[in-house]
Antibody, heavy 121, light 106 residues
Framework: EVQLVQSGAEVKKPGDSLKISCKGFGYSFPNYWIGWVRQMPGKGLEWMGMIYVGESEIRYSPSFQGQVTISADESISTAYLQWSSLKASDSAMYYC??????????????WGQGTLVTVSS | DIQMTQSPSSLSVSIGDTVTITCRASQSISRYLNWYQHKPGKAPKLLIYSASTLHSGVPSRFSGSGSGTDFTLTISSLQPEDCATYYCQQSYSPYSFGQGTKVEIK
């Protein structure tokens, strides 16, 4: 069974760094893209970017380029989303999701349960 | 960037009704359009990809149509478990979502 399991909720202060994770089970993790999606409180879904794990090819949404870093460690089937200096506006739920077709249309067929990040002084 | 506009933003319907949600792209995206269902506290679920292909395990009451700039998600005979927010997503570049349509039961 394909599963993506994300790390737990985080409470941080502005200026802190943070790295959240997304571990894949039940499929060949290196052969798929993993995308990240943000949902701010009361708002819709926003595409952040994605990584093709086996080749570490990364694509960012222009809105998030330079704001976050996406990475992965295929040896432990885990993708990461990290911030070097959090802002209050980074408070949101973050989802990872698998791209259904690695080389065709981009749809996201399996999703993690989400990681809630709260940034508050 | 390609902007995706969904309408309506919310709707209240009765069990058994047919629901139609539209999604318009600011430029042609061919058939690179997906639909997701999102319930509070849950992960989003893929319903339809490539505008009209039903994802595995999704009930046949869900269907999608359209190409170019105009797309439609139809839920025929709405069931209680279909209460959710529905998002379109263009997968042309760089993969933006619509603002969502919340479906509630009257």
């Amino acid at each position: 069974e394909v599963q993506l399991v994300q790390s737990g909720a985080e409470v941080k202060k502005p200026g802190d760094s943070l790295k959240i994770s997304c571990k894949g089970f039940g499929y060949s993790f290196p052969n798929y893209w993993i995308g990240w999606v943000r949902q701010m409180p009361g708002k819709g879904l926003e595409w952040m970017g994605m990584i093709y794990v086996g080749e570490s090819e990364i694509r960012y949404s222009p809105s998030f380029q330079g704001q976050v870093t996406i990475s992965a460690d295929e040896s432990i089937s885990t993708a990461y989303l990290q911030w070097s200096s959090l802002k209050a506006s980074d408070s949101a739920m973050y989802y990872c999701a698998r791209r259904r077709n690695p080389f065709g249309e981009l749809s996201l067929d399996f999703w993690g349960q989400g990681t809630l990040v709260t940034v508050s002084s | 960037d390609i902007q995706m506009t969904q309408s309506p933003s919310s709707l209240s319907v009765s069990i058994g009704d047919t629901v139609t949600i539209t999604c318009r792209a600011s430029q042609s995206i061919s058939r690179y359009l997906n639909w997701y269902q999102h319930k509070p506290g849950k992960a989003p679920k893929l319903l339809i990809y490539s505008a009209s292909t039903l994802h595995s395990g999704v009930p046949s009451r869900f269907s999608g149509s359209g190409s170019g700039t105009d797309f439609t998600l139809t839920i025929s005979s709405l069931q209680p478990e279909d209460c959710a927010t529905y998002y379109c997503q263009q997968s042309y570049s760089p993969y933006s979502f619509g603002q969502g349509t919340k479906v509630e039961i009257k």
